[in-house]
Nanobody, 125 residues
């Protein structure tokens, strides 16, 4: 499967962006899809994940209440709606996939098998 992330850009503090992660080569079916973010010189941090089959979601504490992950079965796409953005949200955002949901996992980069390219989100103060 190939993952294509898009939707990044420049936004002011308090603004919103919606990131998309589209799959090609396979349907998501039993996949877990996650979003991570990374700033230069730091580790890749977990943001959110969704279990494709059930819609169950996970969020990092830092984004709870501001970000929403969702899926569109018809488009084979996962979205990350980001509201109330802060300068600390500035990073390259990556979507990732695992062919089967890992119970008790899905929050570490090593839990994932497939990665899309990053899309840059810049939040200005």
């Amino acid at each position: 499967v190939q993952l294509q992330a898009s939707g990044g850009g420049l936004v002011q503090t308090g603004g919103s962006l919606r990131l998309s992660c589209a799959a090609s080569g396979s349907s998501f079916s039993n996949y877990g899809i996650g979003w991570f973010r990374q700033v230069p010189g730091k580790e890749r941090d977990f943001v959110s994940a969704i279990r494709w089959s059930t819609g169950m979601t996970m969020y990092a504490d830092s984004v709870k209440g501001r970000f929403t992950i969702s899926r569109d079965r018809a488009k084979n796409t996962v979205y990350l709606q980001m509201n109330s953005l802060k300068p600390d949200d500035t990073a390259a955002y990556y979507c990732a996939g695992r062919s089967r949901w890992l119970v008790g996992g899905m929050s570490k980069p090593d839990d994932y098998d497939y990665w899309g390219q990053g899309t840059l989100v810049t939040v200005s103060s």
